[in-house]
């Protein structure tokens, strides 16, 4: 450890180091950071805070290029859930993420894109960008496509997925991505519910040496979709696929027909702009709406100030598209920014572990941005893997989950070098960009912590039992926000009610977040994790509802309750209690059959890591299954069920820890 990466230990009470940003990341800066120092922070984030209408303003007009101004910063509240911001403001999402930049600099790099071979990948200029970008919105046009429609977009990680998101956006239409690896039925869900018209689509995706049938998956996901009149295939591998004439079209065949520059659509402030879908506690997942100037000024923002992006940087986020970290900080903002962004097609272990590093290396990255289950992975395999030089790097990001203390201090210190920043950046695809988050170059960071608010973000700690916030330092409880910010999510498409009950109802007045969190002495926060039912698995958020509804589908299943368990790979990992029908026979068979029955019905990284066939379930009186005594057993603490008296039949208990303890 270098004296100047590390600051005398000033949380003694808490003994946790502090970080300050490291002399050498500042002593390779271009120039330096936007943000001069600390209390630089402190004093813009009071202005967001009690004139929060000046700073966005302000803000909004620096960072974003408006076909017309707007008159309102912001209307309407979180306890009503109406919020908006900006609406008279006009703009276009593609305008300002590839024109902008062209017109100043065609030969600038827009995509840097490492195919999943090493060496197969290419450039992207934003003069090519452009000419790509407004063919595809001629063809779109063309295939029926209006302002305001649901486009579906199903791609790998290749410039195409870039290029299909913001033709969808200049000719005004609404992107909904379903992340390549949802099954076909988790695809038509996505398909049906969000109202696409057209789906955008591959014929094979390639990842880490195996394909992926992207095209077979949206054919029978289509099946059930009679809405849907067009799919436009791009041919990544040349597999033979099948076509549905009048309604399949070739992306390659269709962009020749069309001229290299379209106008784009004026589009208000507050129309949507994307569609996304997460899990949450119950039901379906839901389909997050968000809208134009307000999501991408939270881009921008974030991109500017967290990562302190600078001209000429170049910036690799390891995130799939399929995700908010792949919208956000894959495409919107390194492009609304004008830099160059790295999309990455493989795996960190493909061809092996050295894979991130080596890009990182080649391509002279300055700010590189990924989940911590990666590099609990990387950080396993050995530091050897960790060879390459990586001299421009500056900044480490970490997003998705809680980051332990020694994987945030192998990042700095092996992946870094002790040159590089490291942000642990904590948000939601609700939240549309970071809201708690070191500021690169700026913020001192306690590994574990998400460190202080963003601008215009003010964090409450909540007590979940009163409902009644908690004010001071060294609090613990649910965390909530007490105003709007501009990139917050304005609805859940097609169930306002929904959005109402999930976020805004909970505790009037406030976002709630669905996490638990607590604010030391030093008014850091520590995120906790899910209070609801929702189980993290490398990042990717799951619903256990969503996952026992999958299982019902069984005909075998009578019964299930799905928990997530501590993982040191992935987290948490899925664990599922089957109770099956009195006329089959448990076997393993029967449990392999369960799993491939969640990897069809959603997707392969949902598929439950364990699954124990029990007689029964752990119920109340009332039927309510006891997940909680489910966690303990699993969690070796038989010990500390609690009162089990209250179960319609207390017996099943002890049968239940006697399956776990043989299957282990
Ligand atoms: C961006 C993203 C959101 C949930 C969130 C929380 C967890 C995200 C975190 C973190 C601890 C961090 N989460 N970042 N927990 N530290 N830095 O991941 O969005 O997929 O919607 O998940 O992820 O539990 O509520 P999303």
Redesign the pocket.
């Known amino acids: 450890m270098s004296e100047e990466g590390k600051a005398p230990v000033v949380a003694e009470a808490h003994l946790v180091d502090t970080f300050h940003p490291p002399q050498k990341m500042l002593e390779k800066h271009p120039s330096k950071p936007h943000i001069g120092s600390i209390e630089e922070y402190q004093q813009l984030y009071k202005q967001s805070i009690t004139e929060p209408e000046k700073f966005w303003a302000q803000k909004a007009r620096e960072l974003l290029t408006w076909q017309r101004d707007f008159e309102t910063v912001r209307s309407g509240t979180l306890a009503n859930g109406d919020v908006a911001w900006f609406p008279e403001g006009q703009l276009n999402a593609a305008y300002n993420c590839v024109d902008r930049h062209a017109f100043k600099d065609p030969n600038k790099v827009a995509i840097i894109y490492e195919a999943d071979e090493p060496g197969e990948g290419r450039n992207l200029t934003y003069g090519e960008l452009l000419r790509e970008v407004s063919r595809v919105s001629y063809v779109l046009k063309r295939m029926g496509v209006r302002k305001g429609d649901t486009v579906a977009v199903y791609l790998p990680m290749i410039p195409e997925a870039l290029i299909a998101l913001l033709a969808i956006t200049r000719v005004g239409a609404v992107h909904s991505v379903v992340f390549a690896g949802f099954s076909a039925d988790s695809l038509r869900d996505r398909v049906i519910d969000g109202q696409s018209k057209v789906v955008i689509t591959s014929d094979e995706g390639k990842r880490g040496g195996k394909l992926i049938g992207t095209k077979k998956i949206v054919d029978d996901a289509l099946k059930q979709c009679p809405d849907v009149t067009g799919v436009l295939v791009f041919k990544r591998t040349g597999a033979d696929v099948p076509f549905t004439p009048g309604r399949d079209l070739w992306w390659h065949e269709e962009v020749q027909k069309w001229p290299s520059y379209i106008a784009p659509e004026a589009m208000n402030s507050e129309d949507p702009l994307f569609l996304l879908y997460?899990s949450g506690s119950t039901g379906k997942p839901k389909g997050v709406m968000h809208t134009t100037g307000g999501y991408l000024l939270g881009a921008a923002m974030t991109g500017k100030y967290v990562f302190d992006i600078h001209d000429g940087d170049k910036y690799f986020c390891g995130g799939d598209v399929g995700?908010?970290?792949g919208h956000t900080y894959v495409v919107y903002a390194p492009l609304l920014l004008g830099v160059s962004t790295v999309v990455f097609e493989g795996t960190p272990a493909y061809p092996n572990f050295s894979r991130y590093w080596d890009i990182i290396d080649q391509h002279d990255i300055t700010q590189f941005y990924v989940a911590p289950t990666a590099l609990r992975l990387l950080k396993r395999a050995g530091d050897d893997f960790v060879k390459a030089r990586m001299p421009k790097l500056r900044v480490l990001g970490?997003?998705?989950?809680?980051i332990a203390a020694e994987v945030w201090k192998w990042y700095f210190e092996v992946v870094g070098k002790e040159e590089a920043h490291v942000v642990?950046?904590?948000?939601?695809?609700e939240t549309g960009s970071n809201v708690i988050t070191p500021l690169a170059g700026v913020t001192p960071t306690k590994p574990g912590s998400?460190s202080l608010p963003f601008f215009g973000i003010e964090p409450a700690i909540i007590d979940p039992v009163s409902g009644d916030e908690i004010h001071g330092n060294d609090v613990e409880g649910v965390l909530a926000f007490k105003q709007p910010w501009p990139s917050m999510a304005r609805t859940v498409w097609g169930a306002h009610k929904r959005y109402m009950e999930t976020y805004l109802d909970v505790y009037k007045g406030y976002y709630f977040?669905?996490?638990g969190a607590g604010r030391d002495h030093e008014g850091f926060y520590w995120?906790r994790?899910?209070v609801d039912d929702v189980v993290?698995v490398s990042?990717h958020?799951l619903s256990t509802a969503e996952i026992e509804a999958a299982l019902i589908e069984h005909h075998a299943v009578a019964e299930s309750a799905v928990v997530g368990v501590a993982d040191e790979l992935t987290g948490q990992a899925v664990n599922a209690f089957v109770a099956i029908n009195k006329s089959v026979e448990a076997s393993d068979a029967l449990r392999k059959e369960f799993i491939l029955q969640v990897r069809r019905s959603i997707g392969p990284f949902a598929a439950p890591k364990a699954v124990y066939i029990v007689p029964d379930l752990p119920k109340t009186r009332s039927g309510k299954i006891m997940r909680r005594i489910l966690r303990k057993i699993l969690a070796g603490e038989e010990d500390q069920l609690g009162d089990i008296t209250t179960l319609s039949d207390p017996s099943v208990v002890d049968k239940i820890i006697t399956i776990v303890h043989e299957a282990k």
């Open positions: 997460t995700w908010i970290t970490s997003v998705g989950e809680p642990d950046t904590y948000w939601q695809t998400a977040t669905g996490d995120i994790g899910r993290n990042g958020r």
